[in-house]
């Protein structure tokens, strides 16, 4: 069978599933419903997954490892990656009850004050000028902090995208994501606002490059100006792998030139969702943080068990569902925290161990 066909097919199993599961003759037709959605979602089908995984949260379901919830998280991240949005929504859910249900809700002090780090020192932040491509600022006023975040995003080449103007939307939206209402240094209230242009200055900017096969061909032709064989390497590499990447320098610093790169296998840049997310983990390696994840010939990955705030976003097998992970996942307080020290302390945060690198201090203090 062709991928149409298997589709097709695996939605014929999803559908006859739920009128089986919706009806109340008894455990013979429960048990034929979930026989249909699992044959389903070995066809890949998001919805028939998200279902199962339904299922496996109420424990109508039981896995042989006794691994139930484990296997249902890693069932709504396949079919939120497929796009199914309730599997997202479900799945962000669950990490903050699990969130909520270590750390609680902390109580704001009685007598609210400036910002202050671990060590209960008052955090003085303000980055900003021409040579600052994302600017930052931390104020007390009216009894609450708050964290700006201001940049001029300026694109290169999406006047060669059919969908420009939603493109660019995408990529403004991701990065918007960043704002919000975080607890961090121990249970402090934080508000984090986005400032955007889209004035295209010359260096008070973070640019964002489409990788359009016009952009790919120039860069690939004159990679060989290159100092290094290595540098040549990575960035062929980059390029026939159609991943996104961000740049700034061999070091990161606040005052580095920040690039993104997306880049789209399909070549189109039509998807929403996707541009939206690529957008938002990418701007959070120019805000200076590192990744999150498992790479077999570089990095070994974070452990569950390693750090406990990180835990109650634990998928499986060294994946979370954070930002800097899977970019679709929610921004954390921990990812706020390593914000605000990176423009402190000039230095990329780091999750997990690099050469010899340490990791941000931020993780492993709770809360």
Same mark, same amino acid.
């Given at each position: 069978?062709?991928?149409?066909?298997?589709?097709?097919?695996?939605?014929?199993?999803?559908?006859?599933?739920?009128?089986?599961?919706?009806?109340?003759?008894?455990?013979?037709?429960?048990?034929?419903?979930?026989?249909?959605?699992?044959?389903?979602?070995?066809?890949?089908?998001?919805?028939?997954?998200?279902?199962?995984?339904?299922?496996?949260?109420?424990?109508?379901?039981?896995?042989?490892?006794?691994?139930?919830?484990?296997?249902?998280?890693?069932?709504?991240?396949?079919?939120?990656?497929?796009?199914?949005?309730?599997?997202?929504?479900?799945?962000?859910?669950?990490?903050? !009850?699990?969130?909520?249900?270590?750390?609680?809700?902390?109580?704001?002090?009685?007598?609210?004050?400036?910002?202050?780090?671990?060590?209960?020192?008052?955090?003085?932040?303000?980055?900003?000028?021409?040579?600052?491509?994302?600017?930052?600022?931390?104020?007390?006023?009216?009894?609450?902090?708050?964290?700006?975040?201001?940049?001029?995003?300026?694109?290169?080449?999406?006047?060669?995208?059919?969908?420009?103007?939603?493109?660019?939307?995408?990529?403004?939206?991701?990065?918007?994501?960043?704002?919000?209402?975080?607890?961090?240094?121990?249970?402090?209230?934080?508000?984090?606002?986005?400032?955007?242009?889209?004035?295209?200055?010359?260096?008070?900017?973070?640019?964002?490059?489409?990788?359009?096969?016009?952009?790919?061909?120039?860069?690939?032709?004159?990679?060989?100006?290159?100092?290094?064989?290595?540098?040549?390497?990575?960035?062929? !590499?980059?390029?026939?792998?159609?991943?996104?990447?961000?740049?700034?320098?061999?070091?990161?610093?606040?005052?580095?030139?920040?690039?993104?790169?997306?880049?789209?296998?399909?070549?189109?840049?039509?998807?929403?969702?996707?541009?939206?997310?690529?957008?938002?983990?990418?701007?959070?390696?120019?805000?200076?943080?590192?990744?999150?994840?498992?790479?077999?010939?570089?990095?070994?990955?974070?452990?569950?068990?390693?750090?406990?705030?990180?835990?109650?976003?634990?998928?499986?097998?060294?994946?979370?569902?954070?930002?800097?992970?899977?970019?679709?996942?929610?921004?954390?307080?921990?990812?706020?925290?390593?914000?605000?020290?990176?423009?402190?302390?000039?230095?990329?945060?780091?999750?997990?161990?690099?050469?010899?690198?340490?990791?941000?201090?931020?993780?492993?203090?709770?809360?």
């Amino acid at each position: 069978m062709n991928q149409e066909e298997i589709t097709a097919r695996a939605a014929l199993f999803r559908e006859k599933a739920k009128v089986l599961l919706q009806s109340s003759e008894g455990k013979e037709q429960t048990k034929k419903g979930i026989e249909y959605l699992t044959l389903a979602c070995k066809g890949h089908d998001a919805e028939a997954q998200y279902l199962l995984a339904e299922l496996m949260l109420i424990k109508v379901v039981k896995t042989k490892d006794e691994k139930t919830r484990e296997s249902a998280m890693r069932m709504l991240l396949s079919s939120a990656d497929r796009g199914y949005v309730p599997a997202r929504t479900r799945l962000n859910a669950l990490c903050l !009850e699990a969130y909520e249900a270590k750390f609680g809700t902390k109580q704001a002090p009685p007598q609210p004050h400036p910002l202050t780090d671990f060590e209960g020192r008052q955090i003085s932040l303000c980055k900003e000028g021409l040579f600052t491509p994302v600017d930052v600022r931390l104020a007390f006023a009216d009894g609450r902090n708050v964290l700006t975040l201001s940049a001029d995003i300026a694109f290169i080449d999406t006047d060669a995208l059919e969908n420009q103007e939603a493109f660019e939307k995408a990529v403004l939206d991701g990065i918007r994501d960043w704002a919000g209402e975080y607890e961090v240094f121990g249970g402090q209230k934080l508000t984090v606002e986005l400032e955007l242009t889209t004035e295209g200055r010359i260096f008070d900017c973070v640019n964002v490059a489409v990788m359009t096969n016009r952009l790919k061909k120039m860069i690939l032709n004159t990679s060989d100006v290159l100092n290094t064989s290595k540098g040549q390497k990575q960035v062929q !590499e980059l390029l026939q792998s159609g991943r996104s990447a961000a740049a700034h320098g061999l070091h990161w610093t606040p005052y580095s030139r920040k690039t993104i790169l997306l880049q789209d296998k399909s070549g189109r840049f039509d998807d929403y969702e996707e541009i939206r997310a690529i957008a938002k983990h990418e701007f959070g390696h120019t805000l200076g943080l590192g990744d999150l994840y498992a790479e077999p010939k570089k990095l070994s990955g974070v452990e569950k068990g390693t750090y406990q705030e990180l835990d109650c976003y634990y998928v499986s097998d060294r994946i979370y569902n954070l930002v800097m992970c899977d970019h679709y996942g929610p921004v954390s307080n921990n990812d706020i925290e390593m914000v605000i020290l990176a423009f402190c302390e000039n230095q990329m945060q780091l999750y997990q161990q690099e050469r010899r690198k340490k990791v941000s201090k931020a993780l492993g203090k709770g809360n």
